[in-house]
């Protein structure tokens, strides 16, 4: 079983920054898949930033030159450093993790609201 843990959001004026973490527990292969993804009010959840298995980064176009995705293997922690926030960033971000067997696991989502 895995289990995810996001901490990190909150309230924050636009062009502000903000780091949100992910800590994995439980059978996890750190190197696997991981990622952010969003969604905000009435809208599909969505990939922000991704690190794939083999170590590429993808990040959504609206994000890309504002947030930076990293893990760190000891600690089974995945980060996400959002700056120059914007109030369209308003969403609650979810951790994700792709098992060996391609199974899909959440965190339970931790909120963000950026104020204009």
């Known amino acids: 079983q895995v289990r995810l843990v996001e901490s990190g959001g909150g309230l924050v004026q636009a062009g502000g920054s903000m780091r949100l973490s992910c800590a994995a527990s439980g059978s996890i292969f750190i190197n696997n898949r991981v990622g952010w993804y969003r969604q905000a009010p009435g809208k599909q959840r969505d990939a922000v930033a991704v690190i794939m298995a083999g170590g590429n980064i993808n990040y959504a176009d609206s994000v890309k030159g504002r947030f930076t995705i990293s893990r760190d293997n000891a600690k089974n922690t995945v980060y996400l450093e959002m700056n120059s926030l914007k109030p369209e960033d308003t969403a609650v971000y979810y951790c994700?993790?792709?098992?060996?067997?391609?199974?899909?696991?959440w965190g339970q989502g931790t909120q963000v609201t950026v104020s204009s």
């Open positions: 994700n993790y792709l098992s060996v067997a391609g199974s899909q696991y």
